[in-house]
């Protein structure tokens, strides 16, 4: 391929990452017609010539079948560090497409994580194979990262981080990682491990860079790693990781023994599908099953959204029902004034929506802040300062809405019902995930569609309550 | 302090940052009583043994005045580690009280990122004094990074990385990389320049370590190296560091010049800071004004929250005065079969938050995956298959009730208007987060209040379209 066409190609690549959809599919109609015409030396001198991260991301477009028919013209080392880089799904794709051998080739090479996250998900016909084919290291290394449950330090921790000796010199420990660098993960942080592979220390490259070469590790070592266990939540680790401005976090087991490393690239991730999950909970989508983290959404199945969603809604019904039955109570006070069930929707969307807006600042402050009970006693008492001013502003903009459609008498008692909507739904809001983190619940579960509605019960008991009260007095009804 | 003592502090501490209150409060007393007691000596050895990150969260603890009554008693080298670890706002606090002279000697050994975080938080009075007291270099340097605005790669990035030239020998390189390590916030990843300054390649310690002593940086160096620019928002830049499993990256200006670098313990507050936006927004929480992510929300004062909720409770009242004029339309209808109201409750909010949960969804998935037309043409189908589903399960639960309460006549009106709403509500909840997108307009601004409020107004208008035209026909009106 000439240098011109391959900078063509290049811009086109540039431009399709970069969101342009035209170009994406100028790209890959180009590369489609190199595969036609059998022209192998223009896909190896286009795929090895770009990152492998924009590689993946464009193979991504194709069918997994298509994206195998490029990827293995390439060397194996090419196709190592695209493997890095794709999906989880997609990779799985086109590893059940290839053949055994070169599957076996490619996962000896893999780095340790991605590898067994692959493993994870191959079909178990395939796994068995796999096994047998590996070494008796890598195999009992696979089984070991790909044992840990879903969501914990283990299952996104990797075995290839660098371990010295306490005992070694500055120039041995350089020359240990000059020799398996090619191999590891990260050599800027390395773990001094004793005899039983126990953590006792670590060393960063560049202590070891600046120390003197004959000194020994154990003098310039930290003899305080801060460190995760295997079963630590992900998220937890990436807390620790956030806290110390650290690169790596060394992760340990059960018996203190070091058994992998959760590094920085990890942590994006794991956020991510934090924030996902609590913000999914909030809109009452349930937990269970597989995260719909990343391009899970996009690719989970209407049964297993619907497995998320239905009961949710089922069990918001139930909620809703108390609203019916407020409803049902009052009966005779609608029927006496209809001209009440003009403002239901405003007064009920009021109070929820107040509540909803508690909740969400609420839940969102327990997941990234660090709340203690005297934050909390504060935090009460300015929900309460702030519900009470928004409902004065809510009460005023409503009751002319009132005056103006069913005069002085309904707008009173309609300003009044909103203001107490909005500080019951605020309060709601406000005290419900709280209490759910109390009782070390998940506090996201006070999502805003079950606030919304418990408010709604709320607001029609309290509007009907006032309405009847005030039109009975004011001899109305 | 004896070793004992000292041992009982740090469990103290281990257990404080573990989240027992009742170890914070002994350890924050008995810190105190050092300081009554005049023992500096205790002080210094307890905060020069434990992590700067932990003596800076215990330290958040106590009013400004008295942390920095401890601070003050320590040597300025870890002065300056707790101060690259505080809260920014809790760090002004001190900054305010303490010395000029002191404040300057400190903000000239921070880290340049922190340095000019507290620098834009400081009054205006003191920021002044304080750039006249540091050298012209440091006073450009924070000039220059506290001039981008907020939520830009600029504003998170740091001036201190290491750069190269490209005829450097690997063994020069390295002499520089161990002078000027200690004043760097990373060395393993260095920038090489040309002599305008403009960013022409990157290489690594790794790579410098590994390659011959004479061999010269440019023939090491990645000569395509992946940067982000001090304009593009913070998220883009850890969207980069994330995709290619980026340590740092490289930041240009609009003359193509490096200016500096972000770096991976950015990465964790970026995506935090933008999902909490996204999550408050999606509860309907204005986006002006300061960010509440981490800590903001605890701190924010009620005016400012009142600022943020009240404008979308006012903006969300006017949409449900749309269901309110629905409901007058239909007041005839009502007033015939007042029944008719038990179900308002259940059946609107049966549509809101069928559609709430397919705004999280799409809001979700446009946030965090790459959603491509092709994609959305597939997510509507599926959309339309799930809300089919839910819509017949809903049906069938409100049907049982409808029979239940008012005979089989509401009931058909009650499960084909649930049916409908279902659909209605997540069909909106699923298209108006992605026309927003493809207008390029925030699609977590289809909040979930909101997509309930139009699925109410929709419900309404459908509820009593159905039960007139039905109960007409059916001549029980």
């Given at each position: ?279 999914h909970r909030?809109g009452s989508i349930g937990g269970y099953g597989e995260s719909l983290?990343?391009?899970?959404y996009?690719?989970a199945s209407p049964w297993v959204l619907i497995q998320k969603r239905l009961p949710w809604l ?164």
């Amino acid at each position: 391929m000439s240098e011109k066409i391959l900078l063509e190609l290049k811009e086109l690549l540039e431009a399709a990452i970069a969101g342009d959809d035209e170009s994406r599919e100028e790209l890959i109609d180009r590369l489609d017609n190199y595969l036609k015409a059998e022209d192998f030396e223009a896909i190896r001198d286009f795929f090895t010539s770009v990152h492998p991260a924009d590689t993946a991301q464009i193979l991504e477009s194709y069918e997994p079948e298509k994206a195998w028919a490029f990827v293995k013209h390439l060397d194996v080392e090419t196709q190592v560090k695209i493997f890095n880089y794709l999906d989880v799904k997609f990779e799985t794709r086109i590893a059940s497409i290839m053949d055994r051998w070169t599957l076996t080739v490619i996962m000896g090479a893999m780095s340790h994580d991605e590898r067994a996250d692959l493993f994870k998900e191959l079909p178990e016909e395939h796994r068995s194979e796999i096994l047998s084919a590996l070494t008796q290291t890598e195999r009992d290394d696979i089984s070991k990262l790909a044992s840990y449950p879903e969501g914990t330090a283990g299952a996104v921790m990797t075995s290839d981080f660098c371990a010295l000796k306490p005992d070694m010199t500055s120039e041995e420990a350089l020359e240990k990682l000059r020799r398996e660098a090619p191999d590891k993960e990260t050599i800027y942080q390395c773990y001094v491990t004793d005899n039983q592979g126990n953590l006792i220390g670590v060393v960063s490259l560049r202590e070891l860079v600046m120390a003197s070469p004959r000194g020994v590790v154990k003098d310039i070592m930290n003899h305080d790693p801060i460190y995760g266990r295997a079963t630590d939540t992900s998220e937890d680790v990436a807390d620790i990781m956030a806290k110390y401005d650290l690169m790596a976090v060394p992760i340990i087991n059960g018996d203190d023994k070091l058994v992998g490393i959760v590094t920085f690239d990890d942590v994006h991730d794991i956020i991510e599908e934090e924030a996902t999950e609590d913000f999914h909970r909030m809109g009452s989508i349930g937990g269970y099953g597989e995260s719909l983290a990343g391009n899970g959404y996009l690719e989970a199945s209407p049964w297993v959204l619907i497995q998320k969603r239905l009961p949710w809604l089922i069990a918001l019904v139930f909620v809703n029902l108390l609203s019916s039955a407020g409803i049902a109570y009052y009966e005779s006070t609608i029927e006496a004034v209809v001209a009440l069930v003009f403002f239901l929707p405003l007064l009920i969307a009021g109070g929820g929506n107040a509540g909803a807006q508690s909740a969400t600042l609420m839940v969102r402050a327990l997941a990234t802040a660090d709340i203690k009970t005297k934050d909390w006693i504060l935090l009460f008492g300015r929900e309460i300062i702030i519900a009470t001013i928004l409902g004065l502003s809510m009460a005023m903009a409503i009751s002319l809405i009132g005056v103006f459609r069913s005069g002085i008498e309904v707008a009173l008692v309609v300003s009044m019902t909103m203001m107490a909507v909005v500080i019951f739904g605020s309060l709601v809001g406000c005290l419900l995930p709280f209490l759910l983190d109390r009782f070390k619940l998940d506090p996201a579960t006070a999502s805003a569609p079950l606030i919304t509605s418990i408010a709604d019960v709320g607001g029609i008991i309290i509007y009907f309550s006032i309405a009847t009260w005030f039109l009975q007095t004011h001899a109305v009804v």
